[in-house]
């Protein structure tokens, strides 16, 4: 099962071709565990000084071309960002494990707390696929300043059940990710994007999962599919992602 869920990517490419600037970091978690980071600062200061804490899917890392992409855009926005790899993956050590990329994403947000010195209202946690469950049980445990999910499933059992329809798959996945019992508990406001033909994630699931979330909340339905929306259909994708941030800065004010 984890060699299914979990797909690892080591080592990491060379940020030199982003254009912008990189600074790794290096985190140690409460179970002592090595991880690296990336922390991105906006080309210029705007969107009230949000950090987007961002948590990539089930592969790669935080190096891999979709997610340079976004960076280089929330850069251009105004925003901060600081992207976490799980243990397993990039440079991280330790294997992944579901309580691990839990523990991995605290770890990443106590970091902007206590090291950065930035005020946890100032946190958006952003998360795709499988990095959207993991952001979730993050918000459902901290004070942020917001969620944003992209590509998210209600739980990893429901997900699988869709794909393996004749096997008894919640009897069987050891992993939950149960992102539709914790989503009821961010009280913080919700941004949920969706693309319409995503071939990964059924865009039912992302129905489904807004429809349990308290308000505040919003729901955009995108073009592309389960990795493309940033870049097919950008102007929605990113002006979704503006427009939350603008209204996080006129309840911040």
Request: aromatic share 10%.
């Amino acid at each position: 099962e984890d060699s299914l869920l979990y797909l690892p990517k080591k080592g990491l490419r060379s940020a030199d071709s982003m254009n912008i600037a990189v600074e790794q970091v290096s985190l140690t978690t409460p179970d002592n565990v090595h991880l690296v980071a990336w922390s991105i600062p906006a080309a210029k200061q705007g969107t009230a000084n949000f950090w987007l804490l961002y948590f990539h899917g089930n592969g790669g890392n935080i190096s891999s071309r979709m997610s340079i992409e976004r960076y280089k855009t929330f850069c251009m926005m105004g925003v901060n960002t600081f992207a976490v790899d799980y243990r397993g993956y990039g440079l991280s050590d330790g294997t992944p494990s579901e309580l691990g990329l839990y523990t991995d994403a605290l770890t990443a947000f106590n970091y902007l707390i206590t090291v950065r010195h930035v005020p946890s209202h100032k946190i958006i946690l952003i998360g795709h696929s499988l990095g959207a469950a993991v952001a979730t049980d993050l918000a459902a445990k901290v004070d942020a300043g917001g969620l944003i999910v992209d590509g998210a499933f209600t739980s990893a059992p429901s997900l699988g059940q869709g794909q393996y329809p004749f096997l008894p798959v919640d009897a069987m996945m050891k992993n939950r990710f149960d992102s539709i019992s914790k989503i009821r508990r961010v009280e913080e406001p919700k941004l949920f994007l969706h693309a319409l033909h995503d071939e990964v994630v059924p865009f039912e699931q992302g129905e489904l999962l807004f429809a349990a979330a308290n308000e505040p909340k919003m729901f955009i339905e995108t073009g592309g599919r389960h990795n493309t929306p940033h870049t097919a259909d950008s102007v929605r994708f990113y002006g979704a992602i503006m427009e939350f941030l603008a209204r996080g800065k006129r309840l911040n004010e």
